[in-house]
């Protein structure tokens, strides 16, 4: 309940003033893979895959939960809630940022009165005790706190931060090819706790790493965690399997005209149980089928139920089976898939590392 809680705050931040002639358009979903400035994105209310474009301009923005303590006047507030008989709000969030930030630098004039009694409003805070802010015109408007659930901090954000996995509300405008040119990009910090990335070690020192993403000349720090896991991708040749091998295919369903039951386009075919980590958005992650080969050509998969699962195996799959490794095996120039959670100070924690991981089971699709 609290992260659909966190999600809507997260939504009416994004809301457009109402003061708006052309109100923009929007995306809300998952990423599923960035490829160079162009995203991926399942939406969260159409099955329809939409591509999200990154440009130079395009302001990606943070948010992350804090307390009323984190206000200080001069700061630029947005604040959402219900108004109340004084004509102020009874605010349910508030969103605030040291320096103007993503729609916090819209221009707010008076209360934005919405369906349902909600409200939108925001300025710069003027004072704590009352809690009074002014909008753009310089009008005070005074807001009630005692039922805030939310305060969030919001922050400016780089690229690599967009993890495949993650949550994020995105407006702009739509190009002719159906591309939403993004003015902001907003992570749903609440409702992504982690996400997948594909990347090259450039600098190690101890746990802290320095890595730079597919499709980037930027560099990222990141941090393993004291339990997190390190695993190699070892790689077979597919020659090797025989019929009743017990293996783990990933991948997604797919249907093929004229088929009654659906196939599964995979991704990654592993020895035994072993399969890769996934974020922390089921719905991003696929599905993982264990069972044996009980065919070749096609490949079938026989379940432990009985169930019979024909499996289409495209030209780049990875064939591999993972394994347990050391701190040793991170080295400068080595490609790793990681599962990384923001961490502190601009950096992302690590919880699993596979080293020699094949570039197309992360981050980049």
């Not at 739509?174 to 992504?192: H, N």
């Amino acid at each position: 309940m609290m992260r659909l809680l966190a999600g809507f705050a997260s939504l009416f931040l994004l809301a457009s003033p109402a003061n708006t002639e052309d109100p923009p358009e929007r995306i809300q979903g998952t990423v599923l893979s960035v490829r160079g400035n162009i995203l991926h994105v399942r939406p969260s209310l159409r099955p329809k895959l939409a591509r999200i474009l990154v440009n130079p301009k395009t302001e990606i923005v943070g948010n992350r939960r804090t307390d009323r303590n984190f206000l200080k006047p001069g700061m630029r507030v947005r604040c959402g809630g219900m108004v109340n008989e004084s004509g102020g709000i009874n605010v349910f969030f508030v969103a605030a940022a040291r320096t103007p930030i993503g729609d916090l630098k819209a221009t707010f004039r008076g209360i934005e009165k919405q369906n349902g009694g909600w409200a939108i409003a925001g300025g710069t805070l003027k004072s704590i005790e009352p809690f009074v802010f002014t909008d753009d015109d310089g009008k005070e408007i005074r807001a009630n706190l005692d039922r805030a659930r939310f305060f969030l901090d919001v922050f400016p954000m780089e690229k690599a931060g967009l993890l495949i996995g993650t949550r994020l509300m995105a407006t702009g405008k739509f190009a002719p090819d159906g591309v939403l040119q993004a003015d902001i990009i907003s992570p749903q910090q609440d409702q992504s706790a982690a996400g997948s990335m594909y990347g090259e070690i450039v600098r190690v020192e101890g746990r802290r790493i320095q890595v730079r993403p597919r499709y980037t000349q930027d560099t990222i720090t990141v941090v393993r965690k004291a339990d997190c896991i390190l695993q190699k991708e070892v790689r077979l040749d597919p020659d090797g399997f025989k019929v009743g091998d017990p293996v783990t295919f990933w991948g997604h369903y797919v249907r093929r005209p004229g088929s009654e039951r659906p196939l599964l386009g995979a991704l990654a075919l592993l020895v035994g149980n072993g399969r890769y980590p996934t974020s922390s958005d089921p719905e991003s992650a696929g599905v993982f089928l264990s069972g044996r080969l009980s065919s070749l050509e096609p490949v079938v998969l026989l379940s432990p139920s009985g169930q019979k699962t024909e499996i289409i195996v495209p030209a780049q799959i990875a064939i591999a089976r993972l394994d347990r490794v050391s701190e040793a095996e991170l080295t400068v120039g080595t490609p790793v898939m990681m599962v990384l959670s923001s961490g502190k100070d601009d950096t992302f924690e690590a919880s699993h590392i596979i080293v020699d991981a094949s570039p197309w089971v992360g981050y980049g699709g």
